[in-house]
Structures are given as C-alpha cells and as structure tokens.
C-alpha cells in the first residue's frame, strides 16, 4: 500500500514538473484582441494526473505548477493572475477527474472534459466581477460585464476545447503504447 503511494506521488510530481515546463514555455494569447489571456500546453499534464491519480491529484498538479510558475517571475498578472488561473484550472481538473475516475474510455473522456470545460467558464464569471476590478480599479460595470461575456467566457470555452481535444489524443496515444502511469 506505502508502495502504490509513494508511485502516486513520485508520478503527481513529475507531472507538475513538465507542467510548470510546460507552461513557462509555452504561453501564448488565444484571443488577439485580449493578449493577456494566455494558454499553454501546461494543462494537459496535469488533466491527465486528474484522470489516472484522481481530482484532488489533479488540483495539486495545479498548485504546485503556479507556485513554480510565480516563483519563477512567470504570468504577468503577478500572483492575482496566478491564483486566477489556479482557480480555473483546478475547476477543470477537479470536474474531469471526478467524472472519469479512471476510467479511460472515449465516451467518459467526452463527458468529463465537456462538464470540465463548462464548471471552469461558469466559475471563472464571479472569479472575474472579483478579480478584474482589482487589475483595473476604474472599470466600469458595463464594461465588465461586456468583458466577462464576450471574451472571457469565449477565452474559457476554447482553452477547455483545445486542453480537452490535446489530451484525449495524448491519453490514447498512451494507452495504444501500453503507457502505464
């Protein structure tokens, strides 16, 4: 039992060494009318520990990668950017890894990171009418709302898309190698 544990562990951790990688290398702007609004390829290690470890694995996965992330000088929102992200992406692993237990088949896989995608853009609506205000204290309300609706719930629903379509082929190509995690 320590055995299997310990695996575990020494498995979440690599993960959220390649994801820390991932994502201090990888950043780009998905909306160019919006380049503060980055994505990275640093989600997709840490989905998959929530799928095969479990979600409370996969939130961890996402602690540790922003705490590497701000401790390195990444992001340029500073640790208000940082626990933002943190906030979404931990939503979408928690969602994913609840729903698909790991149980790696395509239907679940669909199930999990559609609901996964849809729990990260409705969380991050209150997590912005609280976090955008404190970036830029003179926003007006119309201005927010418009903001939070026309491009941050599209930013969340297309970073969920493409997290979610890179790491279903990525968990299939593990699983055709006979890749044991």
Do not use: C, Q
Not at 18 to 43: H, N, Q, W, Y
Not at 53 to 75: E, H, M, Q, R
Not at 120 to 145: D, E, G, K, R
Request: hydrophobic share 60%; net charge positive; charged share 10%.
């Amino acid at each position: 039992m320590k055995r299997a544990k310990l695996r575990r562990i020494i498995l979440a951790s690599i993960l959220a060494a390649l994801s820390f990688v991932l994502m201090r290398f990888t950043e780009f702007p998905l909306i160019p009318s919006a380049p503060f609004l980055k994505v990275s390829f640093g989600d997709i290690p840490l989905l998959i520990g929530a799928v095969y470890l479990g979600p409370w694995y996969g939130v961890s996965i996402a602690l540790v990668k922003d705490l590497l992330f701000l401790a390195s000088g990444g992001g340029g929102g500073g640790p208000l950017g940082v626990l933002v992200n943190f906030i979404a992406i931990s939503t979408f692993a928690f969602v994913v890894g609840i729903v698909v237990k790991g149980s790696i088949n395509l239907k679940r896989l669909i199930l999990g990171f559609v609901l996964g995608t849809a729990a990260m853009a409705a969380v991050m609506i209150p997590v912005n009418f609280w976090a955008v205000p404190l970036f830029l204290p003179n926003v007006t309300h119309s201005y927010l709302i418009n903001y939070i609706f026309k491009v941050n719930v599209p930013f969340n629903l297309l970073e969920g898309a493409m997290d979610s379509v890179i790491t279903i082929a990525t968990l299939f190509a593990l699983k055709r190698r006979n890749v044991r995690l």
